[in-house]
């Protein structure tokens, strides 16, 4: 049973635009949520993450924002640029000491310069 | 640098034969997951350890293994692959419930082949 969905498979974007990309959860009880980014023949890198108490977080270019109320967040990206094309994975810490992640199926991202 | 390293990057084994990946750690953290990942699937969660604590999830075939010698290495063991465990292997760490928020720092994956 999948807890965290990402139901965008990809997502197209001009350079310099806005890349919205979105992830959906099921269990009220996770309290972090993380986005990774992945390039080809690479492990996931950390790009970001919100604690469930906060609605948004900011780091540069990249800002993830968080609806409990919906179990929903997204990641924006402004602007977009060619070297962001990667897959991005959506994914969230359930509340146990052993910060178990559960993660999203990715949304390969396509920046076309 | 600090980095999760993970040996070897592809391996091909034969169906049947047993085979071991491995994943080293500098970063001393204390949690060291593993994860398989099929093409255009999530990662899915093996096992992971806490310190010397094995935790197994509840899907996970017996088929895999998993030993934690010391906190830098970590091995897989999977001891008759199929076809279908033909998949990337990922290694993380995590600095555990202190850590929560930072995520995991994965290794580059290892590819496996099963013939």
């Known amino acids: 049973d999948q807890q965290v969905k990402q139901n965008s498979p990809s997502l197209s974007v ?7 990309l979105n992830c959906d959860y099921t269990n009220s009880m996770f309290d972090y949520f993380l986005w990774y980014k992945k390039y080809p023949a690479e492990g996931p890198t950390f790009l970001i993450s919100i604690s469930s108490i906060k609605d948004k977080n900011e780091d540069g270019r990249f800002t993830v924002f968080l609806n409990k109320s919906a179990k929903h967040l997204s990641l924006h990206i402004v602007p977009s640029q060619p070297g962001d ?9 359930d509340p146990t000491g052993a910060n178990n992640l559960f993660f999203g199926t990715g949304t390969r991202l396509t920046v076309i310069p | 640098d600090a980095m999760v390293i993970q040996n ?8 049947g034969k047993p085979v071991t990946l491995s994943c080293s750690q500098t970063l001393n953290h204390n949690v060291m997951y593993w994860y398989q990942q099929k093409s255009s699937q999530a990662p899915k969660l093996l096992f992971h350890y806490y310190d010397k604590d094995f935790n197994n999830e509840a899907d996970t075939p017996d088929n895999f293994q998993s030993r934690r010698p010391n906190t830098s290495f970590c091995f897989l063991d999977i001891r008759s692959p199929g076809l279908g465990d033909a998949a990337m292997y990922l290694c993380a760490t995590s600095r555990g419930g202190t850590g929560k928020g930072y995520g995991y720092t994965f290794g580059s994956g290892t590819r496996l082949t099963v013939v």
């Not at chain 1, 094309?85 to 810490?93: E, G, I």
């Not at chain 2, 070897?8 to 169906?15: A, D, G, I, L, S």
Request: charged content about 10%; some cysteine.
């Open chain 2, 8 to 15: 070897p990057r592809y391996q091909v084994t034969q169906f």
């Open chain 1, 85 to 93: 094309s990667a897959v991005y994975f959506c994914a969230a810490s």
């Open chain 1, 14 to 20: 001009q350079e310099g635009r806005i890349s919205i």
